[in-house]
């Protein structure tokens, strides 16, 4: 289980801070009265968490292994306030919101809003995000801007992987799983005993899965081109994971580094993107009237409306060919520290490689509506040093450090519609270098009152590149190849930001048990370039090349965001109850709005301004050593101050007929662990996970509209959901000098079957409108043993 903790968004790193780790604790207590003292290291020492200022919920080791959580798409909403999707037709490009901030575009020119790390160490891009760790410690959620100790476009939180480390000790892990779907999973942990000053510890996991979708042959051959029949399975899982951590640390030393190398590559077929809705204005002459139902081919006519539908379906037929997501990424890091007793060094150092690629039948027809791909190259490069230590007597405690970043984005995207009536190549690129300075303090003014201090400057400098060529146009009497736009790197002047962000909390630890605080803190997330422009007018002095998005990049995302909050131990340390509510002020937000004309692509805009507010409730309780429960209940209220988008050729402000995009009102989880039976034989576990997300918006499109076919955000407004996963296992049986582990388990109990995500191509499609839904109910056993 996990500790469920809403505070204000400080810092950094939970050592334990779940229920599950909790309860081990509270083992070793004489009277086992409570859930223990959960111990944290967010501001660079160990404090119990509880007298710690810091909005973040955590899961251990525990929790993810009952739950079988390698990654976070599985994650769900743990956290209030938090929510985590696949982005539309991708299982390996994650969308994290957090308290009503997402970037909802996953291209490589776009920066997320929530800093996403492993083991400290910044995952940049949204593409390749959701990867495999074989084994993991726990997984930290903060909550709140988070740029002070967390780094670069943390705007609205953080999310970080921290896998478990060598032990120095033998040690092995391995289990195997089946399910539906002929789902099979291996998973093994090897701890080598240390050798010297050297310990060792190999992990990885391989997974597959027959797909959700059985795909069927085309009813319309005639309307697509030659080619092998569509058939098999889409939306399969197909994935290879592997780490190795080395670890170097003399005896008798102050001295400890730790080396770590991650793989994970996918190769498999996209989720199906189901035609959900199309506009049935009438029956169209050809393929381009934009109140088009269906598809003209060859002088025949194909209606779309037959492959219109609202429930989640089993079986399709698509004529994209290949089709397919494979996804590689691969890091190193290295991280030194020395502790000199007052103060601690600390070094990060590390670079991460991604290749990805899809393509994808985009409109989830039998007819050659859209048909997308994407190939991406991506490397980075990091350093962080720290330092932290404490003077007067303990009462001065400071962190204070640089960072620098370096990273290199391409992406060549192929796209074809309606036939390949309208064909282009559509890349962009993108480098980025950016330094930061940041520092924290935190002085004890009493022995009650703390104030908390903390800045970080940064500097970032991006430019970029354009290519966009039309091959093949028949609605604009285009049948050879025209160059566009062939923009290169120094084409149009680098874009340069330069940012201070404060944060200051006061906490009063008014007893042992109740701990209450305040805090201010602002959060920033870089601007840039649209890549994905399709904006080249006539050049002009102050645009040289004409490109009018890449002249005027788009500016950063600031927040302002107020906090205050409770933190206490109730009942004899049986229950913790924690209280947050936060007040934000957003300007600038960078809006994606995708267009769907031309070269498939997404207008960016600052248009907005906006105030969002919300309340969090976390508990845990521990009423009895064999039962704990955990629950979190959170309310968000976005509102647009103001709008500004041109109507009819006028800026105006359109606020009130707007949507915020993947931010649900109410959220909330609740979950429990009993142990139901003990003895020499083993022992029998039941855990159960239910978590509701009321319904959202997936697009900041219009509310309201004046016809059908135009992007109206009610078109891909997701009901919301509720997911019911249970887990009945029978654990510690000793097996010939090992313990072994048997588990039944099942996944989304109830069968959600609302999508979860859209995409909406707008008039230029009829309204042609995509959904996205959950996985299906699965189910499975898994056996395991470990020594």
Known sequence: MRTLLAATALSTTVVIASPALAQEAAQDVTNNSGIGEIVVTAQKRSENIQNVPIAISAVSSQFLETRGITSIDSLGSIAPNVKFERAPSNKTISQIAIRGSVTINPAVTWEPAVGLYLNGVYIAKAQGSIFDVADLERVEILRGPQGTLYGRNALAGAVNLVPKMPSGELGFKGELSYGNF???????????????????????????????IKLTPNPFPQAVAAGPARTGRTNDLDGKSGMVQLRFKPEGSNFTADYMFDYSKFDQRPDYAQLVRINRNGRPEDIFDPNSPGYAFGGAFFPLNLYERADRQSSASLDADPLYERSRTYGHALTMTLDLGATTLKSITAYRNLKWADRIDLDGSPLPVAYTGRDTSFDSWSQELQASGSVMDDRLKYVAGVFYYKEKAETLGPQSFFGGGSSFQSDYGSHTEAFAAFAQIDFSVTDQLKLTVGGRYTHEKKDVRRFLRVNFDAANGIFAPVVVANIPYGGVPDAKYNKFNPAITVAYQANSDINLYARFAQGFKSGGFNGETNDFRAPTADCPTGAVELCNPYRP???????????TRLAGGKVILNVAGFWDEHKDIQLSVFTANGAASSIVKNAAAARIRGLEIETVIRPVDALTINGSLAFLD??????????????TNVADNRAFPHTPKTTTAAGVDLRVAQGDWGRFNINGDVNYVSGYYTFPYALRTANGSEQNA?????????????????????????????????????????PSNFIDFGPGFGGLTVGYFPDPRTYGLTAGVKF
Do not use: H, M
Not at 185 to 194: E, N
Not at 557 to 567: A, F, L, P, Q, R
């Open 182 to 212: 002929d789902y099979v999973k291996g998973r093994a942990v090897i701890d080598l005993p240390s050798f010297g000053p050297f310990s060792l510890k190999l992990s990885g996991q391989i997974q597959k899965r027959d797909g959700f």
């Open 714 to 754: 009610n078109n891909t407004r997701s009901k919301g959901r509720t997911i019911v996963n249970l887990r009945a296992a029978i654990a510690e049986v000793p097996l010939g000098g090992t313990k072994a582990e048997f588990a039944l388990w099942v996944k989304n109990l109830t069968k959600e079957r609302d």
């Open 638 to 651: 976005p509102q647009y101050k103001s709008y500004i988008e041109a109507v009819n050729g006028v800026d």
């Open 557 to 567: 995302e600031t927040v302002d965001s107020y906090e205050v909050g409770i933190k």
